[in-house]
Structure formats: C-alpha cells, structure tokens
C-alpha cells in the first residue's frame, strides 16, 4: 500500500484546509486511516482516525470541534478538513493505514498502523 498526502499550504490564523490521502493497491474500506502531524523539533502526534470497522472517527483535544475525518469509498480517498487554524497546527502532516481495527484507546499509536506515506507541510501563520 502506498499513501500520498496531499493539500497542504500556507494560511493565515483562522483558515482552513483540507487534506486528502489516497492509498494504491488497497481499498480504504478494509483499512484504518489516520492522520500524524510532525512539528520541527516535536515528537509525532496523533491527530484524527476513522476505524476501519465501524468508520467510527477520533481526534485528539485539540483537533476536536475544528477538524473533521471522512472517507469517500468512490474515490478511495480520506479528507481531513482543518477548519479554524492556529498557528499551533503548523506541522507536516501525514497520512497512515492500518489492516487492524484498534480499539479507541489504541487507535492513536502509531504501532496500529502499517503504512505511512509522505507528508504534506502545513504552515499556519499569525
């Protein structure tokens, strides 16, 4: 499986974006999708995932009210739609797929996924 993130930019505070990813070789239907996001200097973090299972999504705190996960099964794609940006989401983000169907508390480990893809910068300027 290959991901490619893709929809990254430069916004001001308050913008918004959306983020897509696309996996080859492999329907999103039987996969768990998340999204990482890496910030110079900063450890990897966890921002949003849909469950392969039941397509149940969960974010992190701060990602909650202001970005949304979805997957369009036609297009085999994943969005990520950030709404309200901050400066404090600049980050590279990332795309990544898992054959498991974690358990919630589990679906924000890296370990649960499989394949990573290459990011996409996003820069949210103040």
């Known amino acids: 499986v290959q991901l490619q993130a893709s929809g990254g930019g430069l916004v001001q505070t308050g913008g918004s974006l959306r983020l897509s990813c696309a996996p080859s070789?492999?329907?999103?239907?039987?996969?768990?999708m998340g999204w990482f996001r890496q910030a110079p200097g900063k450890e990897r973090e966890f921002v949003a995932a849909?469950?392969?299972?039941?397509?149940?999504?969960y974010y992190t705190n701060s990602a909650k009210g202001r970005f949304t996960i979805s997957r369009d099964n036609a297009k085999n794609t994943i969005y990520l739609q950030m709404n309200s940006l901050e400066p404090g989401d600049t980050a590279v983000y990332s795309c990544?797929?898992?054959?498991?169907?974690?358990?919630?508390?589990?679906?924000?480990?890296?370990?649960?996924?499989?394949?990573w893809g290459q990011g996409t910068q996003v820069t949210v300027s103040s």
């Open positions: 849909i469950r392969r299972s039941d397509r149940t999504s």
């Open positions: 990544a797929a898992g054959t498991r169907s974690p358990i919630l508390s589990a679906i924000n480990s890296p370990n649960m996924y499989d394949y």
């Open positions: 070789g492999r329907s999103i239907s039987s996969l768990t």
